[in-house]
């Protein structure tokens, strides 16, 4: 119950197109979900998170769906660009301690 | 204002010995997690210290411990060395409270040979 379940776990997509990665939960007590992004030999960058009293969130080319009732949240990258290819994380917290449980990732690559 | 910064970047040790990592929060963030990343498992929770004080703690071995200190900053301890401890550690720092977001630091890379 404690799983994020994300998917795919690659993605390829051409410079321009639209990037979509979705992530799936159980624990109807987790009420943050962000999203990051992490580059080869880097951190985790937080990108942009969402709570579930709101059914979407846009931040510049990201949005985040999000969908209570179907427990699931996706991300959406609008205008692809090759600078964007990375590894996505999604994430989920209930308030306990700061703990985040994170999906598997996603290795995205934007093609020119 | 300065991120989130671990120290050392890169360690090499060998099975048994004990290694201390570092992590230096935000200014002004109270709250330090720690995350074990390996290719197999993904980004693992360890443990969450929030005003010197473990908070919460993930599913790893006794062998993994951790403190905090007065000015937030945080060390990780790992004893008795396995082969399978080698991964990227990360914290993460945040307000705490209801502040959820955390900001990463660019990780430890820990080898055990």
């Known amino acids: 119950q404690q799983q994020v379940k994300q998917s795919p776990q690659s993605l390829i997509v051409q410079k321009g197109g639209i990037s979509i990665i979705n992530c799936a939960y159980e624990?109807?007590?987790?009420?943050?979900f962000p999203w990051y992004q992490q580059f080869p030999g880097k951190g985790p960058a937080l990108l942009i998170a969402?709570?579930?009293?709101?059914s979407e969130k846009k931040e510049g080319r990201f949005t985040i769906s999000f969908n209570k009732s179907a427990k699931q949240f996706s991300l959406h990258i609008m205008d692809s660009q090759p600078g964007d290819s990375a590894t996505y994380f999604c994430a989920a917290s209930d308030n306990q301690g700061g703990k985040l449980i994170f999906g598997q990732g996603t290795e995205l690559s934007v093609k020119p | 204002k300065a991120g989130v910064t671990q120290t050392p970047r890169y360690l090499i040790k060998t099975r048994g010995q004990q290694v201390t990592l570092s992590c230096s929060p935000i200014?002004?963030?109270?709250?330090v997690s720690w995350y074990q990343q390996t290719p197999g498992q993904g980004l693992q929770f360890l443990f969450e210290?929030?005003?010197?004080?473990?908070?919460n703690k993930g599913n790893f071995p006794g062998r993994f411990s951790g403190r905090q200190f007065s000015n937030s900053r945080s060390e990780m301890n790992v004893s008795t060395l396995e082969l399978g401890d080698s991964a990227l550690y990360l914290c993460?720092?945040?307000?705490?409270?209801?502040?959820?977001?955390?900001?990463f630091g660019q990780g430890t890379r820990l080898t055990v040979v």
């Open positions: 210290y929030f005003s010197e004080t473990q908070r």
């Open positions: 624990n109807t007590a987790f009420d943050y």
């Open positions: 200014s002004g963030h109270r709250s």
């Open positions: 969402i709570r579930p009293d709101v």
């Open positions: 993460a720092s945040s307000l705490g409270g209801q502040g959820y977001e955390a900001f």
